[in-house]
């Protein structure tokens, strides 16, 4: 059901100083879909979800009092941070190091699925940030729109050494800002890195953000970091503190 597969953080009356976004906080494959063990070995890495980002989330929001929603189906069900057209929304085939796999309960999807999933996961998703954000608005204009990611540290041969990236798109005054706060807290930061947020991977922020004129930025955290619960608390305790050279934020501690 719709409800399961999204969980939202903080009071939906919050009046903190963001709308946090979680698009790959979980990994479920509800079903009637079937999960085989070849699957399953893959849905437990980067490939099925962020790891560490639903923990992160959940502590910058304790930490301002803000409100966020966390999207716990998994990516590869139908991914909330693409646009439908895209030919990654629903993946078939993953590839990395050399290895591969057909998932296989994306194999020969008609219409109808594809649609289903629409319907049951990836709109409610969006139509709980566009609510969320215009109650959010009604309180006060000044507020960030902020996405939570984590990133494999070696993708395939590809080393990286960034901790954290901060995306962005039309707010670039904004990002770099908050790079300098991450960096004055420890992090070594990098613009657009390991994506840009400029070709379309930072969706869902783009997507409302742009709608309701509002700033909206996301983050990348490298998913070593966030090894434990409490790991990922003082990481979002840093952004928290990070998020205040932009006016916003009330880190409690
Ligand atoms: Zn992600």
Known sequence: ????????????????????????????????????EADAAWLATHWGWDIGAADVARALIQHTGSVGVLARYSRLVCDPNRD???????????????????????????EAERQRRLT?????????????LARRLLLGADVLLFSVHSFTPLFGDEQRLMEIGVLFDHYEAEAVRLADGLAEQGFTVAMNEPYSGRKGLMYAVHRHGTHHGVAHLEIEIRHDLLHSPQACEDVGTRIARALEVLGIGRAQS
Request: hydrophobic letters at 40%; aromatic letters at 6%; charged letters at 20%.
């Open 1 to 36: 059901m719709s409800a399961d597969a999204i969980e939202i953080l903080g009071a939906v009356e919050a009046a903190g100083p963001m709308v946090v976004t979680c698009e790959h906080a979980g990994r479920l494959v509800p079903p009637p879909l079937v999960v085989s």
């Open 84 to 110: 439908p057209s895209n030919p990654t929304w629903i993946r078939e085939r993953l590839e990395e190091g050399g290895r591969a796999h057909d998932l296989s309960f994306n194999q020969d999807l008609g």
């Open 120 to 132: 049951r996961y990836h709109q409610p998703y969006h139509d709980t940030i566009d609510a969320l």
